[in-house]
């Protein structure tokens, strides 16, 4: 039987002529001028499920974009893995910081990839994580060693927040029952640090709106004597963290469970070049809440962020107004045992309390998710560990990423299975920003590493 490795090298250039197809389809969901595109890529997982060998593709509709689904059930005594991902990515602005097309992958050498990286939005986030998994399988199908069911479930609304998935999810357990679930839409430390994550931050998203008077007013005529709803609503954020970088919204911290100084010796030895950080960033210093180190600030601990924020004149040149309305967007990640749907109520609660009576307040409530931990000891955490060592001679280290992916705790409560987030990606690959890249080496690795988890969680079954 052809090994894993001679077969990435041999059909190298085929699989990133596939990818490279699959990364000009611009499937942007937030955006709903290119929702033919998100249905398209949608189009081209299903006919590549159906060229691969899986049974029972289809496009599944819900009342957002659709999911798509395709299964082999070799036999239903052994265990079932479900795959997932998602088909959808970030819009490209600002457009004009892409050095290349967000929609025409090129490769290019970096200073972290050396053997060159896929520059496309998408091409770590998720695209091409997620094609992994149809390769891996689709390597182990040709040659017979499959070795447990498998079910796929890619989505395209991950970066709106799932609302489709979940209403899938809800109408189809039987269906997607399976053993333990794997998604590769996470990262490693480095690309000689390979690393599993075991949590990820939840997250409660805000848009909120401050009113002034009825109209823009002409600043001279007005200005002074009526609330300007933009010097108001920078005010109430300012209040929102103190001079620690606490948070301090009444009963924010109530729920957050504080780690062990064991747990916080752990993540002490995850390797972080502080200066090099800096570097990558071009900043002079970094900056968060007192008393936590850097990893910790930007993965256990939790955060309150301004989006954007907008109002008034902003054209060219000089006007002279009172705006009428100032508007932002506030994110905050959420940690263990913090709940999205309580904490955006202590927001509104204080939010609205700190404005003064010159001005209206409307917050509203435009996504979440909760926080997810999971253990090493697990099965498939084990399957993956051990793939992992024997793709890259390393263990893996357990990591807690402070990104979100809503749906996975979801997964837990809904399907009751453990997700293993088996990551390839790395903090520089630049996701959501202009130049997003994916390395060459970590797609032919997560292909390989994926390729072993298979017979490694059947091992871990018997
Ligand atoms: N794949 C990311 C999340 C991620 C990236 C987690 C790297 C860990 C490491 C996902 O596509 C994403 O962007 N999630 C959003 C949340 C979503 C509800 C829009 C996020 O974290 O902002
Ligand atoms: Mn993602
Ligand atoms: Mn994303």
Known sequence: MEDINSYLLKNKQQLLN???????????SADPAFATDVVGAA?????????????????????????????????????????????????????????????EPVIKKTSTHPDGAIFARGASDDKGQMYMHLIAVEYLLNHKALPVNVKFMIEGEEEIGSPSLAWYVARNHEKLKNDVIIISDTGMVANDVPAIT????????????????????????????????????????????????????PGFYDNVKELSSDERAEIAKTPFDLEQYKKDLGIDE???????????????????????IWGGYIGEGAKTIIPSKAYAKISMRLVPDQDPDEVPKIFEEYFTQLAPKAVKVKVRNLHGGY???????????????????????????????????????LFEKELGSKSILMGFGLNSDAIHSPNEHYGIFNYLKGIETISYFYDFYNQQNK
């Not at 004597?225 to 929102?240: C, E, S």
């Open 18 to 28: 596939e990818l490279f197809d699959l990364l000009r389809i611009p499937s942007v």
């Open 43 to 103: 189009d081209f997982i299903k006919n590549k499920m159906e060229k691969m060998g899986l049974d029972n593709v289809s496009i599944e509709e819900t009342p957002g974009y659709p999911i798509v689904y395709g299964e082999k059930i070799i036999n239903p005594d052994l265990p079932t893995v479900l795959v997932y991902g998602h088909y959808d990515v970030q819009p490209a602005d600002p457009i004009e910081l892409w050095e290349s097309d967000p929609f």
């Open 371 to 409: 926080p997810y931990v999971t253990p090493t000891d697990s099965p498939g955490y084990k399957a993956a560990a051990k793939a992992m060592k024997r793709a890259f001679g390393k263990e893996p280290l357990p990591i807690y990423s402070g990104g979100s992916i809503p749906i996975v705790p």
């Open 286 to 308: 970094v900056y968060g809440e007192a008393g936590y180190t850097t990893l910790e600030r930007q993965s256990i601990r939790p955060t309150l962020d301004v989006n954007g």
């Open 198 to 249: 075991t949590g990820l931050r939840g997250l409660a998203y805000l848009e909120v709106e401050v009113t002034g008077p009825n109209r823009d007013l002409h600043s001279g005529l007005y200005g002074g004597a009526v609330a300007n709803p933009i010097n108001i609503l920078t005010k109430m954020i300012a209040q929102l963290t103190d001079e620690q970088n606490h948070i301090t919204i």
